[in-house]
């Protein structure tokens, strides 16, 4: 099953919304690991319902010394820029 994330604004606990912006993708697709699929250095798998980003080029049985485990939102997060919804700038 394939693990997909989107994110357009973010809520921060004191109430203010700010949205993600840039030329980045606010979207990420994880598919289930597939050990005949060659995987490159940033590419995204889900294995064991959680997601994972390749840190080397890999194929075969899933390897934990391959991937580092991530969240959908902070994959997101790190390649936006975020942009405060009233306008001000931070």
Do not use: H
Not at 17 to 26: M, R
Not at 43 to 48: A, I, Q
Not at 57 to 82: H, L, P
Request: proline share 3%; hydrophobic share 30%; with cysteine.
């Amino acid at each position: 099953m394939a693990i997909v994330g989107k994110i357009k604004t973010i809520t921060l606990p004191s109430g203010l919304q700010y949205e993600l912006g840039g030329s980045a993708s606010t979207e990420i697709v994880a598919e289930e690991y597939d050990p005949t699929d060659n995987y490159s250095i940033g590419d995204y798998c889900s294995y064991e319902d959680k997601v994972y980003r390749a840190t080397t080029s890999t194929t075969g049985s899933f390897d934990s010394n391959d991937w580092t485990e991530v969240t959908v939102m902070n994959e997101i997060v790190a390649r936006c820029s975020i942009i405060p919804a009233n306008g001000v700038s931070f």
